[in-house]
């Protein structure tokens, strides 16, 4: 019977499976499971349709298979509901014919549910086919309260709506709401990193055994400036492969692929001289904040304390090394053994020069272990938190956090950041960072850190911001990175980014100095 089910729709099947009951990441699943079938073009672009896009309009589709059903979705076999969902987003979100969506489904159903109700999946199909998706929502959201109507509409749990609606508010956008909700259910534009070159020993001495050693220091800046100009590395990329790239986005680094699969584009950039990472804007600013958040001194030391899976850290590694002459060491701590892997995989794609200037450890970040006895000019502390920011990259987490997760993430993140603050050296910055807009996370574990250590001050994070914006030379050049302006101002503000506003997830910098 195998036969008569598209490897597709079983696949996503396979996934929505996996996603809930044994609590997969739908991307990596689903990533895993095109590999090992060997989909490519429009077989793997239709079943990360139809997975990625059931799971983050679940709660919609859940109130219209309900009203079609006669009952509550709770009282339907959950594998029959995996069923239903699926085959109502083939009805109601995608261009598939209506006799394939139901016939593919009822036979989805005899294969891998019971097949006795293969009829009533058909009969409730049918009754959703006999309505548009706008049709169906009118219903669904009659007698609902404003919350409510945001939540099935927009497909959030209604905790949520509640949440983001308070973010915006305290960000002074709380007409934008729907924007935002809407925002989470498109599916992410993939955002790759341009990452600095740094050099070894053998690239320095080639530059410097002709050169006066009162200039070495100089040569060396001079020589290396166009490997590390956000203006140059676009040109670069850009040049390489125009048709699928697009210098779109915030980050100065950061660059929009389409129509391309990433490890092919990242392999071209690379034989042109340009390294690359899959990375959304949002992670690629959080670090370019804290590099830019005041002028490197000749020697610094940097931990990234909660380094997994090692995005962040790639990117300061790689600063770090293209800083040189500059002695700039990092240190990358992450609590759990296979993360800190990643963290070192991560690094390694940076390129050699990276790894050179990097130590990563495995230690519990609010332990003084993480912290090797020693005092740090730059900690980046991109906490444990809920993830409300990236609904739209992990289509299944919304379904998967509560309310009540949200007290323990918050006494994690306020222990991370005491510890961090106690070794942060004086004149030292802080970047604080959340994946999540929900203030208990954000600005109110900010404020608290301020009462209870009086010699901190929050900077203008979004001046900081501003001035990476606004630049189109090297970040790092020979004195300072973004200027003294940026870092001189203290207005005391933290930095909120947003899918709908910024193209970026959610992420929640804040920059704070020890005086």
Same mark, same amino acid.
């Given at each position: 019977?195998?036969?008569?089910?598209?490897?597709?729709?079983?696949?996503?099947?396979?996934?929505?499976?996996?996603?809930?009951?044994?609590?997969?990441?739908?991307?990596?699943?689903?990533?895993?499971?095109?590999?090992?079938?060997?989909?490519?073009?429009?077989?793997?672009?239709?079943?990360?349709?139809?997975?990625?896009?059931?799971?983050?309009?679940?709660?919609?589709?859940?109130?219209?298979?309900?009203?079609?059903?006669?009952?509550?979705?709770?009282?339907?076999?959950?594998?029959?509901?995996?069923?239903?969902?699926?085959?109502?987003?083939?009805?109601?979100?995608?261009?598939? %014919?209506?006799?394939?969506?139901?016939?593919?489904?009822?036979?989805?159903?005899?294969?891998?549910?019971?097949?006795?109700?293969?009829?009533?999946?058909?009969?409730?199909?049918?009754?959703?086919?006999?309505?548009?998706?706008?049709?169906?929502?009118?219903?669904?959201?009659?007698?609902?309260?404003?919350?409510?109507?945001?939540?099935?509409?927009?497909?959030? %749990?209604?905790?949520?709506?509640?949440?983001?609606?308070?973010?915006?508010?305290?960000?002074?956008?709380?007409?934008?709401?729907?924007?935002?909700?809407?925002?989470?259910?498109? %599916?992410?534009?993939?955002?790759?990193?341009?990452?600095?070159?740094?050099?070894?020993?053998?690239?320095?001495?080639?530059? /410097?055994?002709?050169?006066?050693?009162?200039?070495?220091?100089?040569?060396?800046?001079?020589?290396?400036?166009?490997?590390?100009?956000?203006?140059?590395?676009?040109?670069?990329?850009?040049?390489?492969?125009?048709?699928?790239?697009?210098?779109?986005? %915030?980050?100065? &680094?950061?660059?929009?692929?389409?129509?391309?699969?990433?490890?092919?584009?990242?392999?071209?950039?690379?034989?042109?001289?340009? !390294?690359?990472?899959?990375?959304?804007?949002?992670?690629?600013?959080?670090?370019?904040?804290?590099?830019?958040?005041?002028?490197?001194?000749? !020697?610094?030391?940097?931990?990234?304390?909660?380094?997994?899976?090692?995005?962040? /850290?790639?990117?300061?590694?790689?600063?770090?090394?293209?800083? !040189?002459?500059?002695?700039?060491?990092?240190?990358?701590?992450?609590?759990?053994?296979?993360?800190?892997?990643?963290?070192?995989?991560?690094?390694?794609?940076?390129?050699?020069?990276?790894?050179?200037? /990097?130590?990563?450890?495995?230690?519990?970040?609010?332990?003084?272990?993480?912290?090797?006895?020693?005092?740090?000019?730059?900690?980046?502390?991109?906490?444990?938190?809920?993830?409300?920011?990236?609904?739209?990259?992990?289509?299944?987490?919304?379904?998967?956090? $509560?309310?009540?997760?949200?007290?323990?993430?918050?006494?994690?993140?306020?222990?991370?950041? $005491?510890?961090?603050?106690?070794?942060?050296?004086?004149?030292?910055?802080?970047? &604080?960072?959340?994946?999540?807009?929900?203030?208990?996370?954000?600005?109110?574990?900010?404020?608290?850190?301020?009462?209870?250590?009086?010699?901190?001050?929050?900077?203008?994070?979004?001046?900081?911001?501003?001035?990476?914006?606004? $630049?189109?030379?090297?970040?790092?050049?020979?004195?300072?990175?973004?200027?003294?302006?940026?870092?001189?101002?203290?207005?005391?503000?933290?930095?909120?980014?947003?899918?709908?506003?910024?193209? /970026?997830?959610?992420?929640?910098?804040?920059?704070?100095?020890?005086?």
């Amino acid at each position: 019977m195998a036969n008569k089910v598209a490897a597709t729709r079983l696949l996503a099947y396979d996934v929505l499976r996996d996603v809930a009951d044994r609590d997969a990441y739908a991307n990596l699943a689903l990533q895993a499971r095109i590999h090992k079938q060997k989909l490519s073009g429009r077989d793997a672009a239709f079943v990360t349709e139809l997975v990625s896009q059931t799971l983050r309009l679940q709660g919609k589709y859940d109130a219209i298979i309900s009203a079609a059903a006669g009952r509550d979705t709770a009282e339907i076999d959950a594998r029959t509901l995996r069923v239903l969902r699926l085959g109502a987003h083939q009805l109601l979100g995608m261009r598939v %014919p209506q006799h394939a969506a139901l016939h593919e489904t009822v036979e989805l159903q005899r294969l891998v549910a019971n097949p006795k109700a293969a009829g009533f999946v058909n009969a409730v199909l049918r009754k959703i086919s006999k309505r548009s998706l706008a049709g169906w929502e009118t219903e669904i959201i009659a007698g609902r309260s404003v919350d409510q109507t945001l939540a099935v509409r927009h497909s959030h %749990p209604e905790w949520i709506v509640r949440s983001l609606r308070d973010a915006l508010k305290s960000a002074g956008r709380a007409e934008q709401l729907e924007e935002l909700l809407a925002a989470d259910n498109e %599916p992410p534009q993939v955002q790759l990193m341009l990452l600095p070159r740094g050099f070894g020993a053998t690239d320095k001495d080639a530059l /410097t055994d002709d050169a006066p050693a009162t200039a070495a220091s100089d040569v060396t800046a001079n020589a290396f400036a166009a490997e590390f100009s956000a203006t140059l590395l676009r040109e670069k990329a850009l040049a390489a492969i125009p048709e699928h790239l697009s210098p779109s986005g %915030p980050s100065p &680094y950061g660059v929009a692929l389409s129509g391309m699969q990433p490890a092919s584009v990242i392999k071209q950039l690379a034989a042109a001289g340009v !390294t690359a990472r899959v990375q959304d804007q949002g992670s690629q600013l959080a670090a370019l904040t804290l590099i830019a958040a005041k002028p490197l001194a000749d !020697t610094e030391t940097w931990l990234d304390l909660c380094a997994g899976p090692g995005g962040k /850290t790639a990117v300061l590694a790689a600063f770090a090394a293209a800083a !040189t002459p500059r002695r700039i060491s990092l240190r990358a701590n992450e609590v759990a053994p296979h993360r800190a892997k990643l963290v070192e995989r991560a690094v390694a794609e940076a390129g050699s020069a990276a790894v050179a200037h /990097t130590t990563v450890v495995n230690h519990d970040g609010t332990t003084a272990a993480a912290f090797g006895e020693q005092l740090f000019d730059r900690i980046l502390v991109d906490a444990p938190c809920s993830g409300l920011g990236a609904l739209r990259r992990r289509p299944e987490a919304r379904w998967r956090k $509560q309310p009540g997760d949200i007290p323990a993430l918050v006494k994690l993140q306020e222990q991370l950041l $005491q510890q961090a603050a106690s070794q942060l050296a004086a004149g030292g910055v802080l970047a &604080y960072v959340t994946c999540s807009p929900h203030l208990a996370e954000t600005k109110a574990v900010v404020q608290r850190l301020l009462r209870r250590d009086e010699q901190l001050r929050l900077l203008d994070t979004a001046a900081v911001f501003a001035a990476i914006q606004e $630049q189109d030379t090297a970040i790092i050049c020979e004195n300072t990175i973004v200027g003294d302006t940026a870092t001189t101002v203290n207005s005391g503000s933290t930095l909120q980014l947003w899918p709908h506003a910024n193209g /970026t997830d959610a992420m929640f910098i804040a920059l704070l100095q020890r005086s």
